[in-house]
């Protein structure tokens, strides 16, 4: 049974940034995709980036690219997500998750491919 928590969240203005970590329980970390994804009120959840279980590859939403890193310490068993150029439609609860499906080069993994997920930590960018 893995844990994953995550904190970092908080408010900030337009243009600003933040760092969202992610550890995770378990002696395996450096054998699994992590992702981030998010959550509006209102929306769907949606794929932020991913990244492959050796750090080497890593994946966008064409509405983060450029502005988002994704990155892990295998032996932190940690993730992360440093965020620069917020924007107000940044704002949503932020999940870090965990697969072992494996690295799908074309494209990222099924949300149902997850198979643990953190409880979340909100940001907000005010305009």
């Known amino acids: 049974q893995a844990q994953l928590v995550e904190s970092g969240g908080g408010l900030v203005q337009a243009g600003g940034s933040l760092r969202l970590s992610c550890v995770v329980s378990?002696?395996?970390?450096?054998?699994?995709?992590m992702a981030w994804f998010r959550q509006a009120p209102g929306k769907e959840r949606e794929f932020v980036a991913d990244?492959?279980?050796?750090?080497?590859?890593?994946r966008y939403a064409d509405s983060v690219k450029g502005r988002f890193t994704i990155s892990r310490d295998n032996a932190k068993n940690t993730v992360y997500l440093q965020m620069n150029s917020l924007k107000p439609e940044d704002t949503a609860v932020y999940h870090c998750?965990?697969?072992?499906?494996?690295?799908?080069?074309?494209?990222?993994?099924?949300?149902?491919?997850?198979?643990?997920w953190g409880q979340g930590t909100q940001v907000t960018v005010s305009s």
């Open positions: 378990g002696r395996t970390f450096g054998s699994y995709v």
């Open positions: 990244i492959s279980p050796s750090g080497v590859n890593t």
């Open positions: 998750a965990r697969s072992d499906g494996g690295w799908h080069v074309t494209a990222p993994l099924p949300v149902d491919e997850y198979d643990y």
